[in-house]
Nanobody, 116 residues
Framework: VQLVESGGGMVQPGGSLRLSCAAS????????MSWVRQAPGKGPEWVSA????????YYADSVKGRFTISRDNAKNTLYLQMNSLKPEDTALYYC??????????WGQGTQVTVSS
């Protein structure tokens, strides 16, 4: 199993970024997926989740209305479109594979820095 995030970077407040997570080594379409972030000096924070078919999505209150999770099962790729970014969105963003009771595989993370 491999999850590889990309798309992070530095952006000014109010800007946008699109994160991608390329999945391999398992049947991507059979698993719910999530994005989790960790800011410096803080614990992990769940950001968003999507079910296997992409028809159900969930968001933390802190990102609702600004972030959009999606997936392309034909491309084995998970996405996170992030708009209206704020300095408090600065974190290392991970994609994670979800089982019924845990996130069993994580990527290496991609850094998002929001600063003027």
């Amino acid at each position: 199993v491999q999850l590889v995030e990309s798309g992070g970077g530095m952006v000014q407040p109010g800007g946008s970024l699109r994160l991608s997570c390329a999945a391999s080594g398992f049947t991507f379409s059979s698993y719910d997926m999530s994005w989790v972030r960790q800011a410096p000096g803080k614990g992990p924070e769940w950001v968003s989740a999507i079910n296997t078919g992409g028809g159900s999505t969930y968001y933390a209150d802190s990102v609702k209305g600004r972030f959009t999770i999606s997936r392309d099962n034909a491309k084995n790729t998970l996405y996170l479109q992030m708009n209206s970014l704020k300095p408090e969105d600065t974190a290392l963003y991970y994609c994670a594979r979800a089982t019924w009771n845990e996130y069993d595989y994580w990527g290496q993370g991609t850094q998002v820095t929001v600063s003027s």
